[in-house]
């Protein structure tokens, strides 16, 4: 945005009242705003630029089943197929493609775990199988243990739709682009008032940036480094995910996301060699098909102890709200509770005692 048209936009805010103020415009950003708009809500959305945040960074895979253990996620029966259905709906708003189904192929780095799959097999026969074409895939990737299918799973375009919403929000005039700072914010029990902005609450959905919330930090984040390589493989078939140990995700521009790492012990946030060694090393031994290093990126997580978001109001502040704690689930987490939530706020419907944000009571009176 140039200097004229950024002073333009912020003489369009001065003195604007709206029911509710975002902060940040990542997946829980984008999806809280989408449903109070739908609502009939007025909104404005705080978010500062930046080429690296979790939500960007994310590979935007949403898969049914999780761990070693290879069980179903949490409540996946009913989010995924909603979540399904709103990225849907986004395509036909935005008229952009987001969504296709492309489901894991699950390559076993070791005896036990080829095992693992085939005892989960007959018992979770809705997600697991074996896949048709395993021949086929040694012109790709050396393996000796099998390959199981993890289907279905869904593959979102995580950067298109941030950024087709963003021009949306923009056109809208209700995104104010510029890093929210808590010293400009008045918190009153039933008005939030933000430099020359009013408003009736104030949501928090700014990823990692929770953990030094004044009015949330006190809950169990639990924050994690999660690194990515971007790489052209030629010849490699965009059909599905492929995962032994590293996952290869198609990406944009027909390029692949490489990655991802947990890193619960770190010391910045940039990209770091050894991750970057780690995964050619892995990759010399499982890919059969050249490839080249574009770029190498890193964002921390807002993970949490729990694994369960964090959605709701705060019990001493009820005009402060966070919606929140998504950790690596967001694509598929964040349209279900998003779509909760707004109904909370809007009509009062009670929501998911296991992500409302009053589980924590006694820890945010303090």
Known sequence: MNLFNELCSLLS???????YIIVGQGICGTMLSHNLLKAGKTVLVIDE???????????????????????RTWEIEKIMPFAVAVYRAFEKELNTSLIRQTNILDFHPTPQMMLAFKERLPEEQEYLRIPDEIEELRSFFQFDF?????????????????????????????????RFDWKDCTIKAS????????????????????????????????????????????????TNIYKQ????????????WIGSNYEWDFTDLNPSETFRMKTEEQLKYWLKLPYQILDHMAAERPTNMERRPFVG??????????????????????????????????????????????????????
């Open 13 to 19: 805010l001065t003195n604007m009242v709206v029911d």
């Open 49 to 71: 630029p930046g080429p690296y945040t979790a939500s960007k960074v994310a590979s935007g895979v949403i898969n049914p089943v999780t761990g070693r253990r290879i069980v």
């Open 146 to 178: 099998g390959v199981g299918e993890i289907n279905p799973c869904w593959l979102i375009d995580l950067n298109r739709l941030l950024k087709e919403w963003r021009k949306k929000l923009q056109q809208k005039g209700i995104l104010l682009e510029q």
């Open 191 to 238: 008005e939030v008032q933000y430099q020359h902005i009013t408003a009736k609450s104030i949501i928090c959905c700014e990823g990692a940036a929770g953990f030094q919330n004044p009015y949330f930090h006190l809950l169990p984040y639990a924050p994690n480094k999660g690194q990515a390589i971007i790489a052209a493989i030629e010849g490699l078939p965009a």
């Open 245 to 256: 140990g590293i996952h290869l995700v198609p990406w944009q521009d027909g390029l692949w």
């Open 313 to 366: 109001l705060h019990p001493l502040h009820p005009s402060v709200g966070v919606f929140n704690g998504m950790g690596t689930k967001g694509c598929s987490l964040a349209p279900y509770f998003a779509h909760e939530f707004a109904q909370y706020l809007t009509e009062g419907k009670p929501m998911t005692p296991a992500a409302d944000v009053t589980r924590f009571t006694r820890i945010l009176s303090r």
